[in-house]
């Protein structure tokens, strides 16, 4: 059951299952403004607890900002919530808005694995993610500290980490190097590292090209919000999207050619 009521900030604690950390200064002061003018369009999603106060499940950064706006009361939805639930939700909030970075993102995966015994198809389910993507996320947590720091700030993509965590691990760091200071792109990076690891056993060096495959399956549903297969044929292939109401087809066409429908 959910319910729609109107509470004091004050009255909210904020979520201690949250996986977002990383709370850009600017953007916060840009919503915060917009909430001054308009008012929290969107709830936030809370549970209520025993001593009568609310926990925050979903929602922080319009939390943080109506702070910042001087709201003294916010709209929420109250829904039933186990500590399970709460992280799940927040981890789904955040992926679907792709606020959180590819960091964070492998980190909520880790903790959502361990805290409840979750498998990684598991783990996936839970959040609307393949075994892949969310197989393909930990192993960012793998890399070196500085290489995982690049990709928080936002100076490495998460296509170009991928690349370096399918390196032998004394090569990483080097290899982050080049790429960085060459300003290489995705794909310079794909193509360099299939070099780099050339004189590796054929069994290895094949793992690169599925790693590429899904790399870009996991863009498209980050992008999409939505289930996406991809089959690699050498070179060639389909992509499969999967959309499960005629609304959720009529979003991801409007997605893909970025435009209403008649315009």
Known sequence: MSELRSVTLASIDTNPWQPRHDFAVEELAGLAASIKE???????????????????IAGERRFRAAKQAGLSKVFVIVREANNQQRLELALVENLQRQDLNPIERALAY??????????????????????????????????????????????????????????????????FERVMAGNLSVRETERIGRKVKAGRPAAQASVNEDEIIDHYRGLLEGELATKVEINDKAGSGEVTIHFYSEEELQRVVRKILGKEEGE
């Open 38 to 56: 308009h008012g929290i369009l969107q709830p936030l999603v809370v549970t209520e607890l025993p001593s009568g106060r609310y926990q925050l």
């Open 110 to 175: 880790q903790r959502l694995m361990q805290e409840f015994q979750l498998t990684q198809v598991q783990a996936g389910e839970r959040v609307g993610k393949t075994r892949s993507a969310v197989a393909n996320a930990l192993r960012l947590l793998d890399l070196p500290a500085k290489i995982q720091e690049a990709v928080r700030q936002g100076v490495l993509t998460e296509g170009h980490a991928k690349v370096i965590a399918g390196l032998p691990t004394t090569q990483q760091m080097s290899f």
